[in-house]
């Protein structure tokens, strides 16, 4: 079974991904964020390696997802492979930073990997405003991620609300603002016993 954890930078995907594995057992992937060899040119020139930095997650997801296809156990993945082009990809040709040239060439490897694997059985949504968004980022302070805009930020979470709203498989949806589900015991039991209600449902 495949479980997916979407949402914006900063919106706490990595610690439920991990949290949620640690209390079920499940296998965790997570998102190549400290290994990326593109992560801080890119957020020092985004239009240069806005490419670069997308291809190379969009193949660090695929890899992933074919592992996931093989496998019998439960995977929980920090961030889907349809993130990358419903949302950042996206974004980055909306706001001048992707030609369409590259934009399109991106597609066709997207489209190609899309046809050999299954979107997840489960998507978890944690949705969070720009305010809770930019709270989030400041605290956990990684250098490269300081000088990102409110405006860049802000047409992220734009996307994906339309996203979400689109999405056709199952999706549960939490107020990231309202919770705090590291330190917080009951926010996070709120959110296992609305997981284990779905997933029962999963199995029937």
Do not use: C
Request: charged share 25%; glycine share 6%; no cysteine.
């Amino acid at each position: 079974m495949h479980i997916g954890v979407a949402g914006n930078i900063g919106a706490g995907k990595t610690t439920l991904t991990r949290m949620l594995a640690e209390h079920y057992g499940w296998i965790p992937k997570y998102e190549s964020v400290t290994y990326n060899p593109y992560l801080e040119d890119y957020y020092s020139d985004i239009k240069r390696w806005s490419f670069n930095l997308e291809t190379y997650f969009l193949a660090q997801r695929f890899s992933d997802l074919m592992e996931i296809a093989k496998s019998d156990a439960v995977i929980i993945q920090d961030r889907t492979l349809m993130e990358g082009v419903n949302i950042f990809v996206t974004n980055n040709l909306r706001m001048g930073n992707l030609s369409e040239r590259d934009y399109n060439t991106y597609m066709q490897l997207y489209n190609l990997m899309m046809s050999t694997v299954r979107e997840p059985d489960l998507l978890i949504y944690l949705r969070s405003s720009i305010e809770g968004i930019v709270r989030k980022i400041q605290k956990r302070g990684r250098d490269y991620e300081q000088g990102m805009s409110v405006e860049y930020l802000g047409n992220l979470n734009t996307l994906y609300e339309e996203w979400i709203a689109a999405y056709k498989g199952k999706v549960i949806i939490f107020d990231a603002d309202s919770m705090d589900f590291e330190n917080n015991p009951s926010d996070f039991e709120a959110i296992t016993d609305r997981l284990d209600a779905e997933l029962y449902g999963l199995f029937r």
